[in-house]
């Protein structure tokens, strides 16, 4: 990203102040955070929705609030893509209709409209949805036209509230590996507000949590959740840990991949994949689904039992986060015990255990375009 997007902004809310100084070079910026604490009002304040904000927004050299020098500009002339909880998609256009909706801001932005539209429609899969009516598509569809819809108008940044939220778990997998495909492939800054731990972890490289309307910690995703001030919230929203593998084999009922970007890592029996051999995924653990063992163990319909080694023991209220790593090119594993269960096996940095995974407790993330 080479502008780099800077917020620094006040506005009055019912509850509370919102009130957050942040400036962000990252391809992906998350917020984070419980229901009511600010996070959609910090969007709409940079979309320009939110007429009493006052402070300084700005992406790159450009000014777009400055309540100082007076400086406003209105939301149709920032150049921002927003998809809000709901889509709102046109329901008088069909998709194609929607997706061309926003030509008149891609033209005005320098864009080649039909370029944009090609790829955008190339990245979502959504030339079999062309002349589908909005009433007739799927919850997932509809997130990947509204998606589409603010890609198409040429967006210098991209703002996306909780694009996964009104999806059952089943669609969030088909769909998440959509977003990513629009982070690796349009060079456009992007704000992700998430309360999907899975989520913020597979792609955002910088996460914000808001607590009533202030920002209460800041870093790299995993980091900031097992933070203990902030791992309450995450658990509440479900935390797992999210690991990149690569196919390894493929066998009657399930499929062995290697951790690891580069599929270097121990081997993990996951459910059947359709992905070719060689191809990249991501995988899913619960952080209360790890069972730990400080011996290999035998007897067990636990599929997997990896490795590690313990790098970190954090009290967290009545439990304990135990941080252990699996191999070098492998983000650590954050598993939840007990106190008991920590002093029973002394677990402290160093000490070498086992990590029993089911292989029905892994769930697995893969470009629905890629399987064989």
């Not at 040429?154 to 059952?168: C, I, N, V």
């Not at 996460?207 to 800041?218: C, D, F, K, S, T």
Request: overall charge negative; hydrophobic content about 45%.
């Amino acid at each position: 990203m080479s502008d780099a997007l800077s917020v620094r902004v006040r506005l009055p809310l019912d509850r509370f102040d919102l009130d957050v100084d942040v400036r962000t070079t990252h391809r992906v910026t998350g917020i984070f955070g419980a229901s009511g604490s600010g996070k959609t009002t910090l969007l709409e304040t940079i979309a320009g929705l939110r007429r009493g904000a006052r402070g300084h927004v700005a992406l790159g050299d450009e000014t777009w609030l400055d309540d100082e020098r007076r400086v406003r500009i209105p939301p149709e002339r920032r150049g921002v893509g927003y998809v809000p909880q709901d889509s709102l998609l046109f329901p008088h256009l069909d998709v194609l209709g929607n997706l061309r909706a926003g030509r008149g801001r891609a033209l005005a932005g320098g864009h080649d409209p039909d370029a944009v539209m090609d790829t955008t429609v190339r990245v979502l899969d959504l030339a079999p949805l062309l002349r589908r009516t909005v009433t007739t598509l799927s919850g997932g569809e509809r997130q990947r036209v509204a998606l589409g819809r603010a890609l198409c108008s040429g967006p210098r940044l991209l703002l996306l509230d909780e694009p996964l939220a009104s999806l059952d778990a089943a669609l969030r997998r088909r769909v998440l590996p959509f977003l990513q495909r629009v982070q690796a492939e349009f060079a456009i800054p992007i704000l992700l507000v998430s309360h999907d731990p899975v989520e913020v972890q597979a792609l955002c490289e910088d996460l914000i949590v808001l607590r009533e309307g202030r920002m209460i910690a800041r870093g790299e995703p995993r980091a900031v959740l097992t933070d203990p001030a902030v791992f309450p919230l995450a658990e509440t929203e479900g935390f797992e840990n999210v690991l990149p593998a690569v196919v390894a084999a493929t066998r009657d009922g399930t499929t062995q991949v290697r951790l690891g970007s580069a599929g270097a890592g121990p081997a993990l029996t996951v459910p059947r994949s359709t992905l070719p051999v060689g191809h990249p995924l991501l995988l899913s653990v619960p952080a209360d689904e790890i069972v730990l063992a400080l011996e290999p163990p035998a007897g067990l319909s636990a599929r997997n039992a990896v490795p590690a080694r313990v790098e970190r023991v954090e009290a967290v209220g009545p439990i304990r986060l135990v941080t252990a790593r699996v191999a070098d090119d492998t983000p650590p594993l954050v598993i939840e015990v007990t106190d008991d269960a920590r002093a029973e096996l002394q677990l402290a940095p160093g000490t070498a255990l086992y990590l029993l995974i089911k292989t029905t407790a892994i769930t697995l993330y893969e470009d629905p375009s890629a399987g064989g």
